[in-house]
């Protein structure tokens, strides 16, 4: 069983449209996160929640809004997307408890293109 | 907030020359230290972390790291590079109020 789950993996679609992007982990962490990786392969963090409550919440425009239902899933949003939002989004958790406290498992990538 | 500075963006080594890739780190106390690999169309995994103790930590694939508290260092060695190891490496620096942040990484070329 895939850890961490991200879809869709692959979206395009046009300017000012809406999206989401779902994630759901079965590790039993508490802690989840979205990151956004730009053409330079550079991650930035955009949302952390932990036990659905939101933790970090970087400056990251109004436009994208986080649901976490359940602790075990992470959706990403995104109204009225911009040619600038076309990257790699990656959902993480991070366990939070034993010995590997911290670590975080990543899902393969969701590669938006907006034309 | 913690910060991450890895200053070589790409790096070419032959096979079976050593490696060693360069981390620092901003972080008014003592950090989680990770070490995470990215081959081409694929997450994230994990190489290699330091949370405390001993600071010289053995991660897969042959890899090492060691943290240097003086430096605010967390470099990592592999004393023979082999071709499956080209690939993207980033250094992470994590606080326990959950975040968890990424330098730009370090792109891995191997000559034959």
């Known amino acids: 069983d895939t850890a961490v789950s991200q879809t869709p993996k692959y979206l395009v679609t046009q300017m000012g449209n809406d999206k989401s992007i779902k994630c759901e982990q079965n590790?039993?962490?508490?802690?989840m996160y979205w990151y956004k990786q730009d053409s330079k392969k550079f991650l930035k963090i955009m949302f952390s929640y932990n036990n659905k409550e939101l933790i970090i919440n970087e400056t990251v425009p109004n436009r994208f809004s986080p649901k976490s239902p359940d602790k075990a899933h992470l959706n990403l949003h995104i109204n009225s997307l911009e040619l600038g939002d076309s990257a790699v989004y990656f959902c993480a958790s991070r366990r939070d408890r034993g010995p590997n406290t911290g670590e975080l498992f990543f899902g393969e990538g969701s590669r938006l293109t907006v034309l | 907030a913690q910060s991450v500075t890895q200053p070589d963006i790409h790096i070419t080594v032959s096979e079976g020359a050593s490696l060693e890739l360069r981390c620092n780190y901003s972080y008014g106390a003592t950090p989680y230290l990770f070490w995470y690999v990215q081959s081409p169309g694929q997450g994230l995994q994990l190489l290699l972390k330091?949370?405390?103790?001993?600071?010289l930590v053995q991660g897969i694939k042959g890899f090492e790291a060691e943290f240097k508290r003086s430096q605010s260092s967390f470099n990592l060695r592999k004393p023979s590079v082999h071709w499956s190891d080209a690939a993207e490496y980033f250094c992470?620096?994590?606080?326990?109020?959950?975040?968890?942040?990424f330098g730009a990484g370090t792109r891995l070329t191997v000559k034959p």
């Open positions: 992470a620096v994590g606080a326990k109020a959950y975040d968890m942040r």
């Open positions: 590790l039993g962490h508490d802690t």
């Open positions: 330091y949370f405390s103790g001993d600071t």
